[in-house]
């Protein structure tokens, strides 16, 4: 049976094929493929570009969630309250709306604390983690990864 960091080294592999189709689908260059060459009186071809249309669309997801797991980690911090209102670690990397981030959280379903991808948003009065509305953001322990 393979083991989970075998399984993440043949998504690193697959990566690589996924960015080369991108660039040959010019999705890259328009973020679509409308650079491809296609005939649109041709009713097959349309049933083609609009499947390849799909897959690109989801092919762009897995290729930027493989890169982000890939990412060296560069900072593990808890999080603190600025004087703007918005929570910080230890080096200055702030969060505010919108913010990806990835935090150390607990809940019901897991035995254990665990590391999840989630974003910042704000209620009107503090700022709170999608999906966790009840885990206090103060002393929050967060994970940065280097820029993509």
Known sequence: MADLQAALSEAVKLNRSISQFLKFSTYTDYDDLSGLDIDFTD??????WEELRRITDKLVDVEEYISYLNRPITEVSRLRKGTAGKYRTAKGRY???????????????????YWTRTTVEH?????YLVGYKGLPMEGLR?????AA
């Open 123 to 127: 209620n009107g009065e503090d700022y």
């Open 43 to 48: 009713g097959e071809q349309l049933l083609l």
């Open 142 to 146: 967060v994970r940065v990864r280097s």
């Open 95 to 113: 969060y505010d709306c919108c913010s990806s981030i990835e935090a150390l959280v607990t809940d019901e379903y897991h035995d254990v604390p």
